[in-house]
């Protein structure tokens, strides 16, 4: 028993540990500035440790310093850990468990190269954690059940089998961070992350986490940062997912909800949704493998460069993406779907499934890059196709090439929009049309266009058609319902060699000065 204040400094490369079983009543602090570790509380079964004043530990050279290695360690006061030099690691609990008395805290100094970790660690009442050791330094917790606000500033900040009862806030800088967390933590609190570092900052890496309270992801990297949700199967969030990223960041980096696994990765509770907050000008936004307990509507709105990636996810309410580019990679959307292409390259499906068994609505106003829908895939619209365009982008169903054949349900048709369609083509490629539902489509403008084309088999409209456009390509199609085809400008337009097939009436008007219609 010490109930004076105490100093320890251990020296040299070789190696030291003590037993245990001592009570420290004064202020007290131990450095270990040598090369060998320095072990506490590694005796017997029974051989605790208890401090019940301040209690500071340093490392200031390679040599690590283990507190409560294989017993328990008391804290009845507050925790100072610092690394000014060197790159000795800290523990806080290994074997041993650590408990935290109630209006004591835990706190860092900036940190050197080193990692503190704490196992096991128990704490009781609601005082406020500060762990800050700054971008050179890293946070790791394990099997902990953290009872205050918990705030952690950091190069590296993991967690892994730890319960955290109220709000966390994680903030990664720097250009150290690469790191997920092993998962099968339990948030009951807000969870607040910010990452401006150049690496990723893994979530849920082989054990879901369960998140009860809202999640604000913040990533400001501009080089190259991500933010990662899911690399395990079942991660729950019972609260509402906040997103932004204002690096800006470049095309490598952004925010992923959902990683790896089986379906479902992402679990998204009634009521709850996924919320574009503030700005997301850069990088991308992938939801992978999400599923909806309920309708609730999904409305992701972004900005500047940004891509947001739709990959195998079932949506059960009305899902609305803003974006320059959007990669709808597979799916299942069950609510009305539409896609606001603003600008980026061209975007398809990457030959995944993608069924709407709602409407699906595309406004295209992007002039850089196309957005298709049944690239290499048989896409099935199991309600109405409306489409708009201001832009010269274009809009495809079905490609002009590949295996794609994209097919719209019995009674449903493609319209066009209260946009107008004035800019920019539709494609139908190998595109089938079930039932006999009329489809009228009148495009306005010099550049429109309307294209289709028989890649992998003719396309097939069931219903009577009506199309207005500057340019009428027809490459492949079997017509069986009465068709109208008004050209009214664009250069010359033929079949390029491809069968047509008109099953019922067919008319042709040409209002064109510069172009002949051909078939």
Partial sequence: TFNGSVT?????GTNAQSNGNNVFNGVTSITNSGTGYLLLTNGAVGRNETFNSTATFNTTNTGGLYIGYQRNVTFNSNVIVNNPTGSGVIYLGYNGAVNLSSGSTISCGTFSTSNLYLYKLSQTGSTALNLSPGNTGGVHIYQSSITGNLTVNAGIITAQTSTFAAAVNYSVGGTIM???????????GVLTINNSSS????FGNGTADTYNDDVYINNTSTTGGRIIFGNSSNNQFNGNIYVSQSGPNTAAGGIAIGWGGTFPIINIAATKSIITSGTYNSGYLQLFRVQQADATPINLNTT??????LTNNIFTGALTVTAPDITPNGGTYNGATTFNKTGGTGNHN????????????INQTSSTGYFMLGYNSADQFNDDITVTSTA??????GHNGGTGTPTLASGKTINIGGA???AGYLHLGSFTQLGNAAMNLPMTGTTSAFYVTNPAGPCVLGGALNVTAADIYIQGGTFNGATVFTKTGGTSTHNNGNQNIFNSTLTINQQSNTGY???
């Fill in 8 to 12: 320890v400094t251990k020296n040299g």
């Fill in 392 to 397: 010269i982008g274009g809009i495809r169903l």
């Fill in 304 to 309: 500047g460069t940004t891509n947001v990636v």
């Fill in 420 to 422: 107008g369609f004035s």
């Fill in 178 to 188: 690469n790191n997920w967390s092993a998962g099968g933590n339990t948030y009951n």
């Fill in 350 to 361: 990457s030959g995944n499934l993608n069924i709407f068994n709602s409407t699906c609505t």
């Fill in 199 to 202: 690496g990723y900052f893994g």
């Fill in 517 to 519: 219609f051909m078939l």
